[in-house]
C-alpha cells in the first residue's frame, strides 16, 4: 500500500459523542495533501466516535471511496493532480456518491472559491484554520443530514413503481442546492434522456416552458428560505413538440431538516 492511502485509524476508545446500541462508528474519509492537517483531523474525528481512512490526492481518493465507501469526506481544495472540486465531482458521479456528505476544507475565503465547491457537488464548507473542537460538531451532524438523504433516495426508490400508474415521479432538493436526486418516472414526465446518469437542479429547471422556468425557480427558492410549502402547474415542451402540463409541488422533509421533498405529476388529461 502506497502512503497516498492510510487505511488503519480507528475511533478512540475515549469518543466523546453517545454511538448506537451496536456502537457503530461511521467512516470519515480525510483527503489533504498536508500530512499534519490529516493528522489533526483524524485526531478530531476519532473525538467524535469515526473510524478515519487517509487519502493524500485526488486519484486516491476516488479509489479509496470506492474500496471503503466512507460516510462523510473531509476534503481539502488545494491539492496537486486532481484538486478538490474535480475530486468532489468525481465521487459525485459514482453510483454511491451522490448522497455522502462531503466537507471542503479551503483556506480560500472568497465567495467564487465558496460558490465553486457549491457547484461542485459539496455539501458545506470550513475555513482555515479549523476550530477542531467545533469539526467534530459539524461531522455529526453532517452523518445525520446525510443518512436523511439515503433514507429519502430509498424511499423514492421504493415508490417508482406506484408512481408510474400514478403519473407522478419524485424530486428532492437541499436548502443549499447542492445535492439534487430525481425519481425514474420524474424523469419520464420531465421528457429527459434516461441515459443521462447525473440530472443536475438546472437540468430539471430548463424542462420547463421558459415562460414558467423562471417563476418555478423563485417559488423553490423562496419556499427553501422560508421552510414552507408550494404548488405550481407548468408547461414543458416535449422531445416531440408535444406539450405537457405538470403540477409541481414541494415541502420540508421535517421541521429539522434542511431538504425539501417533492412529486411532479403529469396532469395534461384535465386540459
Known amino acids: 500500500m502506497t502512503e497516498d492511502?492510510?487505511?488503519?485509524?480507528t475511533a478512540g476508545d475515549n469518543a466523546s459523542y453517545p454511538l448506537s446500541d451496536e456502537e457503530f462508528h461511521p467512516l470519515a474519509m480525510i483527503v489533504d495533501d498536508d500530512f499534519s492537517l490529516r493528522l489533526a483531523m483524524?485526531?478530531?474525528?476519532?473525538?467524535?466516535?469515526?473510524?478515519?481512512v487517509e487519502a493524500a490526492n485526488g486519484n486516491s481518493a476516488v479509489s479509496l471511496f470506492q474500496s471503503r465507501n466512507p460516510d462523510?469526506?473531509?476534503?481539502?481544495?488545494?491539492?496537486?493532480?486532481?484538486?478538490?472540486f474535480e475530486t468532489c465531482r468525481a465521487i459525485r458521479e459514482l453510483p454511491e456518491g451522490k448522497t455522502?456528505?462531503?466537507l471542503m476544507v479551503t483556506g480560500l475565503e472568497e465567495?467564487?472559491?465558496?460558490?465553486?465547491?457549491?457547484?461542485?457537488?459539496?455539501d458545506d464548507f470550513v475555513i482555515k484554520p479549523i476550530k477542531w473542537v467545533m469539526l467534530g460538531h459539524r461531522a455529526r451532524y453532517m452523518l445525520r443530514k446525510g443518512q436523511i438523504m439515503k433514507n429519502?433516495?430509498?424511499?423514492?426508490?421504493?415508490?417508482?413503481?406506484i408512481q408510474a400508474v400514478a403519473k407522478q415521479g419524485g424530486w428532492q432538493i437541499n436548502s443549499s442546492g447542492s445535492s439534487f436526486a430525481v425519481?425514474?418516472?420524474?424523469?419520464?414526465?420531465?421528457?429527459?434522456?434516461e441515459n443521462i446518469s447525473n440530472i443536475t437542479y438546472e437540468m430539471f429547471l430548463s424542462c420547463v416552458d421558459p415562460e414558467n422556468s423562471l417563476d418555478l425557480r423563485r417559488t423553490i427558492d423562496d419556499a427553501l428560505k422560508n421552510r414552507d410549502s408550494f404548488s405550481m402547474t407548468c408547461r414543458i415542451c416535449m422531445p416531440d413538440n408535444s406539450v405537457k402540463h405538470i403540477l409541481l409541488q414541494g415541502a420540508m422533509l421535517s421541521d429539522q431538516s434542511d431538504i425539501m421533498t417533492g412529486v411532479v405529476q403529469?396532469?395534461?388529461s384535465i386540459f
Open 152 to 161: 429519502l433516495v430509498k424511499r423514492l426508490d421504493s415508490l417508482a413503481k
Open 266 to 268: 403529469d396532469i395534461s
Open 111 to 122: 465567495t467564487n472559491a465558496i460558490e465553486k465547491a457549491f457547484e461542485a457537488g459539496a
Open 42 to 52: 483524524g485526531a478530531a474525528l476519532r473525538k467524535a466516535g469515526f473510524e478515519v
Open 100 to 102: 455522502v456528505q462531503i
Open 72 to 84: 462523510l469526506i473531509l476534503m481539502d481544495v488545494m491539492m496537486p493532480g486532481m484538486n478538490g
Open 5 to 9: 492511502v492510510k487505511v488503519v485509524s
Open 183 to 193: 425519481s425514474m418516472e420524474a424523469v419520464t414526465i420531465l421528457g429527459i434522456e
